[in-house]
């Protein structure tokens, strides 16, 4: 296994009913049936894994954009969704979660075959992860109500107040690519429970997964148009989506940049907008913690996923003491985390998702070299006949000029840096646009939660990072993005309040 100059890239075959799913006809999934574009134009499907072309998708045009609107719109306005039992409701959702859990295999293999991921991680993380936001945000719906609330200046009995819990409406979701499957069921879950319809569009590097939950969503018994699925790139079909005069809402997931330009967009409509965008997350190691576990925990944060992860651990800070401990120990994962095509069984990271995110990536750590930093390991390509394999790579002596140390990468690549106090930490912790998540390792529980009151971000993780939990809410601070998704908080970004008041 420490053997990675041998390792073989080539990707392994296909199983028979991805192959069935790749030769599907090219299509769009409105009002429950799978519908032709209104115009010819195509997607590639590419597998990362080796550069080649597997299939094709529909870009949607305008035409096919509003067709899927009108349909959503609809299905709204007839409370076809949103009237039903509540009960009804949280069933359809939970078959819908049994449905996923029973292809969980197939749909482990979709991804990695679009992705780029590891086999073995998409049915560790994606599969069961989407399955679990879709039953907990089940059974929100049945859980929803406003209250009764006495007035204030009117005598008691005089006027009867209360508020009611509405959903938004007709959402379009809008996600990326590095967890398909997953953004795809976190979005519609609470969107569902809430009463809500949707318009769901994943990223164009990766929409193989979407488009096999929307076969599922018509198994499931969702009512026509409830949940409609259109492939398609973000500029034209994507920005269709966010300026429709009949979408109430937006939900994005996806770079900083294009989180602004949809907030932009959505204004004239005045749009309910959450926004979950980059990060470049801070790993800060504290002198007193055991290196033989927080190096590799460090190593797991911003490896796991090649690095395509918003909250990926980017930013190491060790202590001056054990500074070198950390490095020697992150660069020691580097032969597990060695990157091998997305089918091979001994993967724990593939490539990176297309052509355009390994050349970003290498871009970086060229752009890295250039400024002065050191290659501790890694910062180069792994060799492989075809497909887009970056090596992890750790950069130090870095400084926080650097493009590499203020810009997200989102490839396996982290800069690591020295610091002697907690203040100083805490305040290059916050020495960024972003405002995402940040881990901190230690055993000194006070140093723990001090840190995690000074620094800035949606999440704070103490002695792991990147747990996320359906529970618990996620999002972020700065320009990490607005408003919340999961929990509680999750399920109130797709609910209106209503307040009546009666004279009595
Ligand atoms: P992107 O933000 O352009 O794409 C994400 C989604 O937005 C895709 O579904 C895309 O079709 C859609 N989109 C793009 N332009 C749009 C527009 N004008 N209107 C509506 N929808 C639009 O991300 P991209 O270009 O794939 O990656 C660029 C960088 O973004 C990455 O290197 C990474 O730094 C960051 N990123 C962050 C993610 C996160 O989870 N926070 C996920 C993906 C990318
Ligand atoms: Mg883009």
């Not at 992705?115 to 679990?132: E, I, R």
Request: aromatic share 6%; proline share 6%; with cysteine.
């Amino acid at each position: 296994m420490n053997d990675v100059t041998s390792i073989d890239r080539t990707q392994r075959p296909y199983s028979a009913a991805a192959q069935a799913f790749l030769a599907r006809k090219p299509a769009l999934f409105i009002n429950n049936e799978w519908v032709a574009s209104s115009h010819d134009q195509l997607l590639e499907v590419e597998d990362p894994s080796s550069g080649k072309v597997i299939g094709h998708v529909v870009d949607a045009s305008d035409r096919d954009v509003d067709r899927a609107v009108a349909a959503a719109r609809i299905a709204f306005d007839d409370g076809r969704w949103s009237g039903l039992p509540p009960m009804t409701r949280e069933r359809t959702m939970i078959r819908l979660a049994d449905l996923i859990e029973a292809n969980a295999d197939e749909f482990a293999e979709l991804e990695a075959i679009d992705n780029g991921k590891p086999k073995g991680m998409a049915g560790a993380v994606d599969v069961p992860g989407a399955v679990s936001h879709i039953r907990f945000m089940a059974g929100w719906a049945s859980k929803i109500s406003g209250e009764v609330i006495p007035p204030y200046t009117m005598p008691a009995g005089q006027v009867f107040g209360y508020t009611v819990r509405e959903p938004v409406g007709v959402c379009a979701q809008i996600v990326p690519w590095n967890f398909p499957l997953l953004m795809a069921c976190l979005k519609i879950a609470p969107a569902l429970a809430a009463g809500c319809t949707v318009v769901l569009k994943p990223a164009e590097q990766t929409s193989l997964t979407a488009l096999r939950l929307a076969d599922l969503i018509a198994e499931a018994g969702f009512p026509a148009g409830v949940v409609n699925v259109i492939t398609g790139n973000g500029h034209t079909a994507g920005d269709r989506m966010v300026k429709h005069p009949d979408v109430d809402k937006i939900a994005f997931t996806g770079s900083t940049e294009i989180g602004k330009l949809i907030n932009r967009n959505a204004t004239d409509t005045l749009k309910h907008v959450t926004l979950e965008l980059g990060g470049k997350s801070p790993v800060v190691i504290l002198p007193d913690v055991d290196v033989a576990q927080a190096a590799p925990g460090a190593a797991g944060a911003i490896f796991f996923n090649s690095g395509q992860v918003c909250v990926a651990g980017s930013r190491l800070y060790a202590h001056r003491s054990i500074f070198d401990q950390v490095i020697e120990g992150v660069a020691a994962t580097a032969p597990f985390w060695a990157p091998r095509a997305s089918l091979d069984p001994d993967a724990h990271m593939g490539p990176l998702v297309s052509k355009e995110q390994f050349d970003r990536v290498m871009g970086y750590i060229e752009a890295g070299k250039r400024d002065g930093a050191s290659v501790a390991v890694g910062g180069d390509a792994a060799p492989a006949a075809g497909g887009y394999y970056v090596n992890p790579t750790v950069l130090v002596d870095v400084n926080p000029q650097m493009s590499v140390v203020r810009e997200e990468i989102f490839g396996p690549v982290v800069v690591a840096q020295r610091f002697d106090d907690l203040d100083e930490v805490a305040r290059e912790a916050n020495n960024t646009c972003y405002g995402l998540g940040a881990g901190v390792w230690t055993r000194d529980v006070a140093a723990m939660h001090r840190l995690a009151g000074k620094i800035k971000a949606g999440t704070v993780w103490g002695n792991c990072h990147a747990v996320i939990d359906t529970a618990l809410p996620f999002g972020g601070y700065k320009e990490s993005g607005v408003g919340r998704e999961q929990g509680r908080q999750g399920i109130e970004a797709y609910l209106e309040t209503k307040t009546v008041i009666i004279q009595m």
